[in-house]
């Protein structure tokens, strides 16, 4: 059964930083891995999709790294803002129906 | 707007209640999923849906019953729940749930049984 584990669980930086949010995987059998943004009482807003034949996919100040042998991927994001401020969670497709496994998620706090 | 509409977005029920959650998609996609957020836990991907046919049922009580009556529109119903469903319902549509396309999730409906 996959499991998806994201460290750390919080995560606290001032404005201006750059930082890293780290996602693990058990089986690395996957199709694809997505980060997504969630902020409070809303839906999850897709950032970025690595395919498993990838190795990383950027989008503005965010870049996503994908190792799949060892079952690993960072979610680097570059000079924080405030508004960066929300849970970034991880999932990976797999199985029948390329079916998605999240991660509890990081909850990013960008202090002004 | 992410073009994934759910209604309602709050939603307190008696356990003895039947009450119905909608999910409305103006994207094209051809799959629809439910997903449950609950605290602590990590999201649990429902029921898939494709092209109207139910794909996948992730072991879900029959308390929750899903209808999907055309590629736009997806419904979950809901009867005799339990105060442990109370959670966040979360719709999502993607292309045609194949690996290459995002999905993309509306706001949810926040369910809270008394």
């Known amino acids: 059964k996959q499991e998806v584990t994201q460290i750390p669980a919080a995560l606290s930086v001032p404005e201006g930083e750059n930082l890293v949010l780290n996602c693990s995987f058990t089986?690395?059998?996957?199709?694809?891995l997505q980060w997504f943004r969630q902020d409070p009482g809303k839906g999850l807003t897709s950032l970025l999709l690595i395919q498993s034949s990838q190795r990383e996919q950027t989008s503005g100040r965010l870049n996503a790294s994908l190792d799949k042998s060892s079952g690993r991927s960072t979610l680097y994001i570059a000079a924080s803002q405030p508004g960066d401020s929300a849970t970034y969670l991880c999932?990976?497709?797999?199985?029948?129906?390329?079916?998605?496994?999240f991660g509890k998620g990081t909850l990013l706090t960008v202090n002004p | 707007e992410t073009g994934v509409t759910q209604t309602p977005r709050h939603l307190v029920m008696g356990m003895t209640n039947k009450k119905s959650l909608k999910c409305e998609q103006h994207l094209g996609h051809n799959a629809m999923y439910w997903y449950k957020q609950s605290a602590k836990k990590p999201l649990e991907l429902m029921f898939v849906y494709s092209l109207e046919e139910r794909v996948e049922n992730n072991s879900v009580p029959s308390r929750f019953s899903p209808e999907c009556p055309n590629s736009s529109h997806l419904f979950l119903h809901l009867h005799t729940l339990q105060p442990e469903d109370s959670a966040l319902y979360l719709c999502?549509?993607?292309?045609?749930?194949?690996?290459?396309?995002?999905?993309?999730f509306g706001d949810g409906t926040r369910l809270s049984i008394l």
């Open positions: 089986d690395s059998a996957i199709y694809n």
């Open positions: 999502a549509s993607s292309q045609d749930g194949g690996p290459s396309q995002p999905q993309h």
């Open positions: 999932a990976v497709s797999g199985g029948s129906n390329y079916k998605l496994t």
